[in-house]
């Protein structure tokens, strides 16, 4: 474990250098309810955020309830830290810890990107995963925005195989001041492929408060699709 955590800091090293001076300017884009970010792309210094995501299949065999509670802080303009405790019922699986840097403004300040790294120690296999993503954002008007996540994931000391191609993409239309409506596309490929799509609703319940719910279905290798319910509630501090 503290082998893996080395290599996780000097992962992170390069993020460093990723805290523009235009965070202040960043275009306001939603984050994905599945695949959320550490923090919002261009997030000020001192930013705190605590949120929790449950998720479970609505059908078929596994119905346990899979639930993460995380806490986000932004250390530095554009440089963000997250520690994140993964459960399966009353289990925890995994120990996960998130870093994130901007890169900086895009297109005018349309858009914005940057990198995250996540890293994941898995209890039962007793290992380190990674996974580092490229992170672009962009608003197309008032209402409409993306956000789009690729990279490679799972690269652990199980060697190649255990590698994958990971794509999410997340379209928003903001129908309201309090409300808005995604749909997030997951795809992990691989030895193992699985694929989510998953149209969600994000209701601020008040200025510091956020609920976002989806419903939507899974399916992995081997499996058909299956209905999938999520729940994410965020607060920010």
């Not at 503290?2 to 300017?25: D, E, H, S």
């Not at 998130?98 to 990107?113: N, S, V």
Request: glycine content about 10%; overall charge neutral.
């Amino acid at each position: 474990m503290r082998q893996a955590a080395r290599g996780a800091v000097a992962l992170a090293a390069p993020l460093l250098a990723c805290t523009p001076a235009a965070a202040q300017q960043a275009p306001e884009i939603a984050e994905p309810m599945v695949f959320d970010l550490v923090r919002p792309l261009g997030a000020r210094s001192g930013e705190l955020e605590v949120n929790t995501l449950a998720q479970r299949d609505v059908a078929g065999p596994h119905r346990e309830v899979e639930w993460a509670p995380e806490v986000e802080l932004a250390v530095a303009d554009g440089l963000a830290v997250e520690l994140e405790l993964p459960f399966a019922g009353r289990r925890l699986t995994d120990l996960k810890l998130g870093l994130q840097g901007t890169f900086g403004l895009i297109d005018g300040g349309r858009g914005i990107h940057g990198v995250q790294y996540l890293g994941l120690w898995n209890r039962a296999a007793r290992r380190w995963e990674s996974s580092l993503l490229y992170v672009v954002g962009y608003r197309f008007g008032a209402r409409v925005s993306t956000l789009s996540m690729i990279g490679v994931g799972d690269v652990s000391s199980a060697g190649a195989a255990e590698r994958a191609l990971l794509v999410n993409h997340t379209s928003f239309y903001e129908a309201g001041d309090d409300t808005t409506l995604g749909v997030e596309v997951n795809v992990r490929a691989g030895r193992e492929r699985a694929t989510l799509v998953m149209p969600q609703v994000h209701q601020a319940l008040s200025p510091r408060l956020e609920l976002q719910a989806g419903m939507g279905a899974r399916r992995e290798t081997g499996d058909a699709w299956r209905p999938r319910a999520g729940l994410r509630l965020v607060r920010a501090l």
